[in-house]
Each structure stands twice: as structure tokens, then as C-alpha cells.
């Protein structure tokens, strides 16, 4: 289990409170089609589905973690963003894996998705999403202080990971260009940091 699992399935009292009502986290675990398709190329095509929609202006996204199992997304709080979310998300990662479907060498790669058909395939079968509220989270992944009176191990391996992560708006945050393109957040107080 990813240390983001242990800090999102434990329903313990959050470690701090959430203080961002103009934004909301979506999480989203992975299903089996992921199984079929080597994880580098994977994560590819999630951070190009990902820019695809930014690109088009389709979404905007302020924060993110890919792992193996969990993405972890934070939007704008408004009327549907969610929603509109997840449809054009959905669409953008069935066009990417239609086109590495169609690519020479991996033809036979995605041998459930290729039986079923892309087209027929609903977004319940590509992960499984829900919102969260971790201001933790939320504060590792645009990097924010977690000024706290002690020390929690959990949080602790958490802040480790996301520092060893690819795909994670951290490098955004700390000046440099990840992989996916993010909105960052000005924060106008700097103390924040």
C-alpha cells in the first residue's frame, strides 16, 4: 500500500484543518487495464492525456500526484468543474490509449481493452473516483509549510515520497517544469510557504 493510501484510508481525524474552500482534491484509484500496459508507458499517457486537456483548455489543474495506483488531482472549487473533470479527463485518456493501441509495436498490449472496445468502455472501468479533503496533501503537493508541534511518521514518509516522485506538481512548486502543466497557486501571503 502507497504511503498516500495509508494517509487517505486511515478516516482518522485529519492532522490539519482544511482551509481551502476555493479548491477541492479529487482522488482517483486505477483499475485492471492499467495491469496491461508497463508503467512508464502508463504514466505517460496519463501525463499526456492530462496535458492534452489543459492544452485545449478543457481543465485546469493546480496540483497533482501520479503513482501506480492513485491519482490525486486539486481544481478550482466551482459548479461542475469536478464533473467536467472527470468526462473530459475520461476522454482525453481514451484517445491517448487509442493511439498507443494503434502504434505498431503495441498492438497486442491491451488485450482486455482491445476485446471490449474503447469506445464501449465507461470511466468506472478505467479508475474509481472520489473527493477528498487532506490539507496535508494538499500542502505537500504545492509546497506549503506544515508547521505542526510534532513529529507524525505517516506524514513524515508521505513528505518523502512526494519529494521522490516524477509526476507531481512539487517540481512545479519549487520552480522547475514537471510533466504535467499546472496552474501554480500565488500565494499572496508568503509567510504560508
Not at 473533470?85 to 481493452?113: G, K, T, V, W
Not at 513529529?151 to 506538481?169: H, M, R, W
Request: aromatic letters at 10%; glycine letters at 4%.
Amino acid at each position: 500500500m502507497d504511503e498516500i493510501d495509508i494517509i487517505i484510508e486511515t478516516h482518522e481525524k485529519p492532522a490539519l484543518k482544511w482551509e481551502r474552500p476555493e479548491f477541492q482534491m479529487l482522488l482517483f484509484r486505477k483499475r485492471k487495464w492499467t495491469t496491461e500496459i508497463d508503467e512508464d508507458i502508463r504514466m505517460m499517457i496519463l501525463a499526456r492525456a492530462l496535458n492534452m486537456g489543459i492544452e485545449s483548455d478543457l481543465f485546469q489543474i493546480y496540483g497533482y500526484l501520479l503513482t501506480e495506483k492513485t491519482l490525486v488531482f486539486i481544481l478550482r472549487n466551482d459548479e461542475d468543474v469536478a464533473k467536467n473533470f472527470i468526462h473530459e479527463f475520461y476522454r482525453m485518456l481514451r484517445l491517448e490509449l487509442e493511439f498507443y493501441r494503434q502504434s505498431e509495436a503495441n498492438r497486442l498490449c491491451i488485450n482486455d481493452i482491445e476485446e471490449v472496445g474503447l469506445k464501449e468502455l465507461k470511466p468506472k472501468d478505467f479508475y474509481k473516483c472520489r473527493k477528498i479533503i487532506d490539507e496535508v496533501l494538499f500542502r505537500l503537493l504545492t509546497n506549503r509549510s506544515l508547521e505542526s508541534g510534532y513529529t507524525n511518521p505517516v506524514i513524515e514518509a508521505l513528505k518523502d515520497k512526494i519529494k521522490e516522485e516524477t509526476y507531481c506538481s512539487l517540481i512545479d512548486y519549487l520552480g522547475g517544469e514537471g510533466p504535467v502543466r499546472v496552474s501554480v497557486i500565488p500565494f499572496i501571503n508568503e509567510l504560508e510557504k
